[in-house]
């Protein structure tokens, strides 16, 4: 069982950075992959970034590819999403989400992701 809990997001400028976390709970959270999606008003959630158990690998949704940089600290429960360069599309709620399976399959197959943590809203103002 993993329980993931973001925080991090707030209101920025157009331009700006901002760093999101999860905490995770579970002795065995360094086995899974890692994943951000986000979900912004009236629309579908999407895949961003994920990363594998290592964290040696990962995959970036084509939107924030050069602008978002996912990461993982095993040793401390945490995965995190850099990003920079924001504009107000990114506008959204970000979700964190850990897997059983591959980082390359949380890319299409969200729907099957094992945990989900419930949000951390980002607003980008232009």
């Known amino acids: 069982q993993v329980q993931l809990v973001e925080s991090g997001g707030g209101l920025v400028q157009a331009g700006g950075s901002l760093r999101l976390s999860c905490q995770a709970s579970g002795r065995t959270f360094s086995r899974y992959s890692v994943g951000w999606f986000r979900q912004a008003p009236g629309k579908e959630r999407e895949f961003v970034a994920s990363?594998?158990?290592?964290?040696?690998?990962?995959y970036y949704a084509d939107s924030v590819k050069g602008r978002f940089t996912i990461s993982r600290d095993n040793a401390k429960n945490a995965v995190y999403l850099q990003m920079s360069s924001l504009n107000p599309e990114d506008t959204a709620t970000y979700y964190c989400a850990a897997d059983r399976g591959t980082a390359q399959s949380m890319v299409t197959n969200y729907n099957g992701v094992d945990y989900w943590g419930k949000g951390t809203l980002v607003t980008v103002s232009s």
């Open positions: 990363a594998s158990s290592s964290g040696a690998i990962t």
